[in-house]
């Protein structure tokens, strides 16, 4: 019986191996800049970890089977109470493990991070493509200030062009991430983030949300659609034939909760949209949240301060 039970494990641990043989795994195969390099963090990471795992996990099998209760032979004495040696070593490979890893997770924490632009030997000379995105209950909308155009659970981008994604939130906390191509970043009412993303390849990569948000979570997907010059311009025309035109009113009956939608197109945007979304005026008659932090301020004692030394500054009363 108990061979049968050990068989029974080997076995399945063969399929299970097998069956993940076969999945398409892109955060270790992306195809985007920033992809790539959070792509040799972890494998270097990993690398560097098997240094002291595999050792550890030779040793816990070596001495479980020497000293085993079986073993009558076996004589378990020890003498390192006062190993200076050892204790060097148990330490000194430690913290060297660690201060390599800590050094590697700032300098590539620091070059890939979030918001900061691409450099130019990768981004090249092409303007950056700017999208606005905004995370609704469960749908993402993408507003491209460029073209005055907007699109609901879709984005078209191309290759090799670095793209510039402003993101907020209009009720719950989202996640955006398109694995393929880099980072996530966490989309927050009142906040505006910043991520910056690049494909030097044309293809079609899943995006979705990787932060849970409710009943219609499982659909809020989107495709980024990474395409040549020409087919984007062709897709920018096909967006502006829309007959749906993304205002206030809009804008207010789409970010009504629902579930599984299409994709859509709107062929014209209201000026500074994405400005009242992040500042939570968009209903008319709403005072914008900095026009509310400037009358705090200069309500606060360092107001009062300032427009007494600054004619040109009046503490509101």
Known sequence: MEHIKKLSYFFGAAALMSLL???????????????????????????????????????????????????????????WGKSHKLE???????????????ILSAYYTHKYEPSRPLDKSVAGSEPVLQIDAVALDWKWLFIYPQYGVATVNEIYAPAGREVRIQMTAENSVNAFWVPDLGSILYAMPQMNGKLHLISKETGVYKGRSANYSG???????????????????IWIAKARQS??????????????????????????????????????????GTVCNEELMRIAAAKSLW???????????VAVK
């Open 21 to 79: 043989s076969g999945c398409d795994i892109a955060v270790l195969q992306p195809v985007g800049y920033i992809g790539k390099g959070l792509r040799d963090l972890i494998v270097i990471s990993f690398v560097l970890m098997l240094f002291v795992v595999i050792p550890v996990m030779i040793a816990v099998i070596v001495f479980a089977f020497k000293y085993r209760a079986s073993n009558k032979k076996a004589e378990y004495l020890p003498d």
């Open 215 to 233: 009943a219609g979570f499982s659909g809020m997907q989107f495709n980024w659609h990474s395409v040549s010059q020409g087919d984007f311009n």
């Open 243 to 284: 007959r749906d035109r993304l205002d206030r009113a809009s804008y207010l009956k789409l970010a009504q909760a629902s579930q599984d939608n299409p994709v859509a197109y709107y062929s014209g945007v209201e000026k500074d949209l994405y400005y009242r979304i992040v500042n939570r005026c968009v209903v008319s």
């Open 88 to 102: 060097f070593w148990m330490w000194v490979i430690p913290i060297c493990m660690v201060s390599v890893l800590a």
């Open 303 to 313: 107001g009062q301060l300032c427009s007494v030394f600054d004619p040109g500054v």
